[in-house]
């Protein structure tokens, strides 16, 4: 890259790169300071910088029942719901990404068609469905239906995935005696961990976001943790401040721990193109 | 050389079987409902075939939340692709290399977040008196109120700048990876050819990657039509019924205000046969 003189131009530029980093995270960061504020210290006209710290909010929220039933219910359906993508989507992605047929293409449309979906077409009929069979209200309809997401996301992304394994290291293998299933799980696997990873992250994060199927499928037993959070709104501006913002800090912890993870799965999927 | 092997077939049968099923099955039975005359309240019903359809081409509030839908679509998309492709383009050119890595994390923070919680952080931001997004308004103004989430011209907006906060800034991230992957020697010999910056991503880099950006605002428009979220959370469809979009209405027709699931349903029937006939065409498109 040649260098360029510094012009006004250039400054311009990265002043509103500057101004949008901080908008990316500023609004965030407010609402986490928000949370360690007393409700006189939220209610002000003019936002208050220093202020005296409490933790009343916060152990609010995790000393509140509905709170960690509602943490406990996302982990549980977030968690078998990738299981069950993991254990479903992966060998069928290396399928499709190793042994190429006529249908490649349609199935690999198929999976991303999925995504068309409007989410209210599926939870309409799937609560009539649930309410029928007795599993309205629990977790096992929960999962049954975020797989139908993890599935098809996993799958999606991990074809690309595998069809970056350099395949000179599989034929080796074959050449060696590895049978089919051994160089999936000894080779293509392993090779591919690091995107895999990402995938699987990419779906764990939008199935713990996940809103409406989880509002339309649950009412007391199994509502998930944005249930909940949205739900402390709903009582109106009785409920202080300071809590509900603690509960949205809550609610967005765990995605954010996957910031790296994720952002290095995009870094190599760039990588990949490039090469 | 690779045997035959049984492994394309234990592999991919168990997993396409579970995805037409778990697919088919809600799809076809939301056909169903969409035909017969459920309500939430009793548990009754007989079929009615197309009515449920024919009433919703009377029903002004579908119309309008058709509209509101399609304004969201365009509102969401152009804007997620121009603060992308502007931010990206920007960090290409002035960011350091260790800048752009600080930026994309940056940048990637806000997509992470459940919907539920941008939405939140917003509607605090929003918030007339106490907000942090208005507080330069207030000051301005010596302490006048301007509440965009009530407004109806400016509802629909606050709640889109939201879905691009999220959106705009992820995509931004990938706009600077694709430029990044781009082999230097046409750029370098526009440089030659004395064409500023400017004109250089005008006229070489961004048309050398109109595929992966068509894909990209192809990705956006699938990812617009999950506006539930944010719009539940924010406004409930209000002011009025400024921001219903056809989600929002069909949630409250079928569970809030009255109940009528079979006319929730058709509309969301309506709906995915909508997305399914644009998407797929719009896909053989980007293919071919």
């Not at chain 1, 009582?235 to 509900?244: A, R, T």
């Not at chain 2, 205000?257 to 909508?274: D, F, P, Q, T």
Request: proline share 6%.
């Amino acid at each position: 890259m040649r260098p360029y003189r510094t012009t006004p131009g250039r400054i311009i530029g990265k002043t509103i790169l500057a101004f949008a980093g901080f908008m990316a995270v500023f609004p965030l960061a407010w609402t986490a300071l928000n949370s360690l504020k007393n409700n006189v210290d939220i209610i002000t006209r003019v936002p208050r910088l220093v202020f005296t710290p409490t933790l009343d909010n916060i152990n609010y929220i995790i000393g509140r029942d509905s709170v960690m039933t509602g943490l406990y219910n996302s982990i549980i359906a977030c968690g078998f719901a990738v299981l069950i993508g993991v254990v479903l989507g992966l060998p069928a992605a290396y399928a499709v990404a190793r042994y190429p047929n006529r249908w490649a293409g349609d199935i690999q449309f198929f999976v991303l068609s999925l995504r068309f979906l409007p989410p209210v077409a599926v939870a309409i009929p799937l609560m009539v469905i649930w309410l029928q069979i007795g599993l309205y209200d629990t977790l096992p309809a929960l999962i049954v239906t975020y797989s139908l997401l993890t599935i098809s996301v996993i799958m999606w992304l991990a074809i690309p995935a595998f069809q970056a394994v350099p395949k000179e290291i599989e034929e080796a293998a074959f050449v060696d005696g590895y049978g089919a299933y051994s160089v999936f799980w000894r080779i293509a696997l392993p090779v591919a961990a690091r995107s895999l990873i990402g995938a699987v992250a990419f779906s764990f994060v939008l199935v713990w976001n996940e809103f409406l199927i989880a509002l339309m499928l649950s009412s007391s037993n199994a509502k998930t943790l944005p249930i909940v959070a949205s739900e402390l709104s709903q009582q109106g501006m009785n409920v202080p401040w300071g809590i509900l913002n603690a509960s949205v800090v809550l609610l967005s912890l765990p995605p954010l721990l996957f910031l790296g993870v994720l952002s290095g799965f995009l870094n190599s999927v760039f990588r990949q193109k490039k090469t | 050389m690779r045997r035959r092997s049984s492994l394309p077939v234990t592999f991919l049968v168990p997993t396409l079987a579970i995805l037409l099923v778990l697919s088919m099955v809600p799809t076809l039975y939301a056909i169903v409902i969409a035909l017969q005359n459920r309500e939430l309240s009793s548990s009754d019903y007989s079929w009615v075939w197309l009515s449920n359809f024919i009433d919703l081409f009377a029903d002004r509030r579908f119309l309008n939340a058709v509209w509101v839908s399609v304004k969201w679509e365009v509102v969401t998309v152009v804007a997620t692709m121009v603060v992308a492709i502007g931010l990206g383009v920007l960090m290409f050119e002035v960011a350091s290399p260790r800048l752009r890595n600080v930026y994309c994390l940056l940048f990637i923070i806000p997509v992470l977040l459940p919907r539920v919680s941008a939405a939140f952080v917003w509607k605090f931001a929003y918030h007339p008196l106490y907000g942090i997004a208005t507080y330069p308004y207030r000051l301005i103004t010596g302490g006048l109120i301007f509440d965009p989430l009530s407004k109806p011209s400016t509802a629909l907006f606050a709640v889109a700048s939201v879905d691009v906060w999220q959106w705009g800034l992820f995509f931004a991230v990938i706009v600077l990876k694709l430029l990044e992957t781009l082999p230097p020697q046409p750029i370098e010999a526009a440089r030659l050819d004395h064409a500023s910056r400017w004109q250089i991503h005008a006229y070489v880099t961004l048309p050398m990657l109109k595929a992966p950006l068509i894909s990209l605002m192809f990705v956006k428009m699938i990812e617009s039509l999950r506006s539930f979220d944010l719009i539940y959370v924010m406004t409930r469809g209000g002011p009025g019924v400024a921001t219903e979009t056809l989600d929002m209405y069909a949630f409250s027709q079928g569970f809030i205000e009255s109940g009528k699931v079979s006319y929730a349903s058709a509309m969301a029937v309506l709906m995915m046969i909508a997305t399914v006939i644009t998407f797929t065409m719009l896909w053989k498109r980007v293919q071919a």
